[in-house]
């Protein structure tokens, strides 16, 4: 059976040139970057020009990139420093956030007794700038706010600047996951008046359990995890030197073909929702998915009718791989929280197409045959 991925802002495959980068840290190089002897001081050295490699695609300075486990870990301790160290009291964020962010708000705000609200969700998926605007206006305390740059499930992109800029107004801590971005757009972290920011190399064909935490030279705060003093007093723990080596070859591998794998990812996007609307009445789209959104990712709404219910598994069962939601909460027996958050959210079945570079026409055309077959 032919298998065809497009679950791509799941995972993506491993690019065969980031493994070829890895495989000697994963052999030869084993050495322990602590280390002072050779062995150590050669991962060492990798470590530190991925770091610079990193820093200098992502606009910022080495010593503002910290190197974590996924993205869920640096939206934690983000969250944790602003609060620990930074004093923020007030938390803002908005209900179609990714549950690294939700559930860590919640459960901090919680336990340390801090307010928190959620941001109103405009029809087409965006975040209420005026909205952020008011509760940073009305709040005697320091705010965070926590907004992704795009949205995992729908695709929205945030104007990441005019967010920056309200937060440089109040005085606000402002973090933002820009997991589903890194890698795929041109980004300056340092431009963008943004404090804290998140990365995951498989978002962009590199390894998993190897992510980034950018954090601005305007800010000082204290170690998340203890133990040791790696990443300069920051990140206890032996650093995961293949994957980070993966990471930056990742990094490095997207920047450069930036603009030819856009062209080609966004075609197929187009492609697949015209032939939609083509081809399955009553299809409609969620988000802004043909404005400020993610060129690799659809949100579809089929009718609902008892076919389409079991869509997903239906799919799967011919090879086609897509989702409803967020992979990291794919076995709550819940809809999506972002789907939810929309006005016409429990209206349809939605199912997320999300593309990459090793996607092709020809796959769509199958897809397509599939679900006819299957509606």
Same mark, same amino acid.
């Given at each position: =059976?032919?298998?065809?991925?497009?679950? $791509?802002?799941?995972?993506?495959?491993?690019?065969?040139?980031?493994?070829?980068? &890895?495989?000697?840290?994963?052999? %030869?190089?084993?050495? $322990?970057?602590?280390?002072?002897?050779?062995?150590?001081?050669?991962?060492?050295?990798?470590?530190?020009?991925?770091?610079?490699?990193?820093?200098? /695609?992502?606009?910022?300075?080495?010593?503002?990139?910290? *190197?974590?486990?996924?993205?869920?870990?640096?939206?934690? &301790?983000?969250?944790?420093?602003?609060? #620990?160290?930074? +004093?923020?009291?007030?938390?803002?964020?908005?209900?179609?956030?990714?549950?690294?962010?939700?559930? %860590?708000?919640?459960?901090?705000?919680?336990?340390?007794?801090?307010?928190?609200? /959620?941001?109103?969700?405009?029809?087409?998926?965006?975040?209420?700038?005026?909205?952020?605007?008011?509760?940073?206006?009305?709040?005697?305390?320091?705010?965070?706010?926590? /907004? =992704?740059?795009? $949205? $995992?499930?729908?695709?929205?992109?945030?104007?990441?600047?005019?967010?920056?800029?309200?937060?440089?107004?109040?005085?606000?801590?402002?973090?933002?996951?820009?997991?589903? %971005?890194?890698?795929?757009?041109?980004?300056? *972290?340092?431009?963008?008046?943004?404090?804290?920011?998140?990365?995951?190399?498989?978002? *962009?064909?590199?390894?998993?359990?190897?992510?980034?935490?950018?954090?601005?030279?305007?800010?000082?705060?204290?170690?998340?995890?203890?133990?040791?003093?790696?990443?300069?007093? &920051?990140?206890?723990?032996?650093?995961?030197?293949? +994957?980070?080596?993966?990471?930056?070859?990742?990094? #490095?591998?997207?920047?450069?073909?930036?603009?030819?794998?856009?062209?080609?990812?966004? @075609?197929?996007?187009?492609?697949?929702?015209?032939?939609?609307?083509?081809?399955?009445? +009553?299809?409609?789209?969620?988000?802004?998915?043909?404005?400020?959104?993610?060129?690799?990712?659809?949100?579809? @709404?089929?009718?609902? %009718?008892?076919?389409?219910?079991?869509? /997903? =598994?239906?799919?799967? &069962?011919?090879?086609?791989?897509?989702?409803?939601?967020?992979?990291?909460?794919?076995?709550?027996?819940? +809809?999506?929280?972002?789907?939810?958050?929309?006005?016409?959210?429990?209206?349809?079945?939605?199912?997320?197409?999300?593309?990459?570079?090793?996607?092709?026409?020809?796959?769509?055309?199958?897809?397509?045959?599939?679900?006819?077959?299957?509606?």
């Amino acid at each position: =059976m032919t298998r065809v991925y497009f679950d $791509n802002a799941a995972t993506t495959p491993v690019d065969p040139h980031v493994v070829e980068a &890895m495989i000697p840290f994963l052999q %030869t190089h084993f050495g $322990n970057p602590s280390s002072i002897y050779s062995f150590g001081r050669e991962t060492r050295l990798a470590i530190e020009n991925a770091r610079k490699s990193v820093a200098h /695609l992502l606009g910022a300075k080495p010593g503002e990139i910290f *190197f974590t486990s996924g993205g869920t870990e640096s939206d934690n &301790m983000a969250i944790w420093s602003a609060i #620990e160290d930074l +004093g923020c009291r007030h938390l803002i964020t908005s209900p179609i956030e990714h549950h690294a962010v939700l559930h %860590t708000v919640n459960a901090l705000a919680k336990q340390r007794q801090l307010t928190s609200e /959620l941001l109103r969700v405009l029809p087409n998926g965006h975040i209420d700038l005026a909205d952020l605007e008011r509760a940073l206006a009305s709040s005697t305390a320091r705010c965070f706010v926590s /907004l =992704m740059h795009a $949205n $995992n499930e729908i695709g929205n992109l945030l104007d990441i600047d005019a967010v920056g800029a309200l937060c440089e107004k109040y005085n606000a801590i402002f973090h933002s996951d820009t997991v589903q %971005t890194v890698g795929h757009y041109p980004l300056n *972290f340092s431009q963008a008046k943004v404090h804290f920011a998140t990365g995951a190399a498989h978002k *962009f064909h590199g390894p998993k359990g190897v992510g980034i935490l950018y954090i601005s030279e305007k800010i000082k705060v204290n170690p998340f995890i203890h133990g040791g003093g790696q990443e300069r007093n &920051m990140r206890a723990g032996t650093e995961n030197v293949s +994957g980070i080596v993966g990471f930056a070859k990742a990094l #490095e591998l997207a920047a450069a073909n930036l603009q030819h794998d856009q062209v080609h990812i966004q @075609s197929i996007k187009t492609y697949l929702a015209t032939q939609l609307q083509a081809q399955i009445s +009553g299809v409609s789209f969620n988000g802004d998915w043909d404005g400020a959104c993610l060129y690799t990712v659809l949100n579809v @709404s089929f009718p609902r %009718t008892p076919q389409s219910e079991l869509l /997903l =598994m239906s799919l799967d &069962m011919q090879g086609i791989c897509v989702s409803a939601g967020s992979a990291c909460s794919s076995g709550a027996s819940q +809809g999506s929280h972002v789907i939810q958050a929309l006005p016409k959210g429990n209206e349809g079945v939605p199912i997320r197409f999300s593309f990459s570079k090793f996607n092709t026409k020809e796959e769509v055309d199958l897809l397509l045959v599939k679900l006819k077959e299957l509606l």
